[in-house]
């Protein structure tokens, strides 16, 4: 049943693409507004607990899924650009990558803390991405700057830049400004956004600008 629909999904969309010319007329490029639009809406659904909403959601994602792969699968191959590749390409990808990444469920590696887990996905993921030189090769820049945040403190753990956050986080502790549950950092996050706000100051420019600054001393500690 779920196989079957799943390929009724494939062929709604590409009978879409065919009959309908405003979805002709788009693009991967053209498609990022509403995959980020798609995507925020299916994390309200899940973080409301509407299992209704969140099926739905799921399926509008799914649906930018099948757009991206329709379009790929009819891309005319140009010099530097790959070659066409279908939902069939994404989803074999997808397995493969997966079973690699699992040795602990499709090999004979053992894994039973969630730690162990990570370090087994860690370590595969390193053997594929040898080309990289750069703890930031693959770190998402269109991140939202609180998440983008977060990973580049733990990129630069990794790295030995972690000095400058740790006394950062040892200041802000002597005049009680280090929250201790998740809804204190809400509250403190939104009474510095009321500040930036107070004095016409960008929290997120203010945010971005200091996170580059950040990478810049991870790349200087890379050599």
């Not at 639009?37 to 969140?54: C, Q, V």
């Not at 997966?98 to 039973?112: D, I, L, S, W, Y």
């Not at 820049?141 to 040892?170: F, T, Y």
Request: contains cysteine; aromatic residues 4%.
């Amino acid at each position: 049943m779920a196989e079957d629909a799943l390929r009724q999904a494939v062929e709604t969309m590409r009978t879409v693409r065919d009959r309908c010319v405003w979805t002709q007329a788009i693009d991967h490029r053209a498609l990022v507004p509403y995959l980020l639009e798609e995507s925020h809406e299916l994390i309200d659904a899940i973080e409301s607990g509407d299992a209704a909403d969140m099926r739905e959601e799921l399926g509008d994602l799914l649906w930018q899924v099948l757009f991206h792969a329709e379009i790929a699968s009819r891309a005319v191959a140009e010099a530097g650009a790959g070659e066409p590749f279908d939902i069939d390409d994404v989803a074999a990808t997808l397995v493969e990558k997966m079973v690699r990444r699992h040795p602990h469920v499709f090999a004979g590696e053992t894994a039973e803390t969630p730690e162990r887990v990570l370090e087994l996905w860690n370590a595969a993921k390193a053997a594929e991405k040898r080309q990289r030189v750069s703890v930031l090769d693959g770190v998402a820049r269109s991140m939202p700057s609180l998440a983008l945040a977060q990973k580049l403190i733990g990129k630069a753990a990794q790295v030995g830049v972690g000095n400058e956050v740790a006394l950062a986080v040892h200041d802000a502790s002597e005049v009680g400004a280090v929250p201790e549950s998740e809804e204190e950092l809400g509250d403190l996050l939104l009474t510095l956004t009321a500040a930036a706000r107070a004095n016409g100051w960008d929290a997120e420019r203010a945010l971005r600008e200091r996170l580059r600054a950040l990478e810049a001393d991870i790349r200087d500690a890379e050599g």
